[in-house]
């Protein structure tokens, strides 16, 4: 079945820094790629869905970037703030499954 | 915006004990699931649901149990509770079919077993 690897597991940045996490999935299958992100002592909240159709995904600070080729999923924080400290889960859609990575807890400094 | 509530918030078990989860959700959602997260694994699918009186196996159903006995609420059952169910536990609830949705998360709970 799919699997989806996320990295870094952690990662500490500057405020006024970007910061990118990626992940990579198995199933060529998949046809649609999330961001959710979880701030401490919170619920996941959906950060953004993605179909394979769009490879480049803006948000408010933040940009996803689908590489099918490779099978790469990235989300890219321009900027980062002390508001984007959180867990940050990536995953994939497709086939009847939700498959989520293993997470990465970003911490900005101010 | 979706409201999911799961209880209790903490729950300290002891090894061999019965445990309930709930969750309720206030949407109106058709699937529900449940899931626990680990250091490392991320968020793994226990067991899920398409509608009251349906539960379905996730992609780590063993020592669990789950009950959807209505639209609302959607329950986790660990008869036998053991020291590796030790995790938080989160419900989830969505509208569309197929998996091809949104989630709405609650807030988890952490589960120790002693």
Known sequence: GEQVEQRPPHLSVREGDSAVITCTYTDPNSYYFFWYKQEPGASLQLLMKVFSSTEINEGQGF????????????????AAHPGDSA???CGTGGNNKLT??????????? | EAAVTQ?????????GGKVTLSCNQT?????MYWY?????????????????????KGDIPDGYKASRPSQENFSLILELATPSQTSVYFCASGDAGQFN???????GTKLSVL
């Open chain 2, 27 to 31: 949407n109106n959602h058709n699937n």
């Open chain 2, 36 to 56: 626990r997260q680990d250091t490392g694994h991320g968020l793994r699918l226990i067991h899920y649901s398409y509608g009251a009186g349906s539960t379905e």
């Open chain 1, 100 to 110: 989520f990575g293993q997470g990465t807890v970003l911490s900005v400094i101010p």
């Open chain 1, 63 to 78: 940009t996803v970037l689908l590489n099918k080729k490779d099978k790469r999923l990235s989300l890219n924080l321009t």
């Open chain 1, 87 to 89: 867990a940050y889960f």
């Open chain 2, 7 to 15: 209880s209790p918030r903490n729950k300290v078990a002891v090894t």
């Open chain 2, 101 to 107: 949705e949104r989630l709405f998360f609650g807030h």
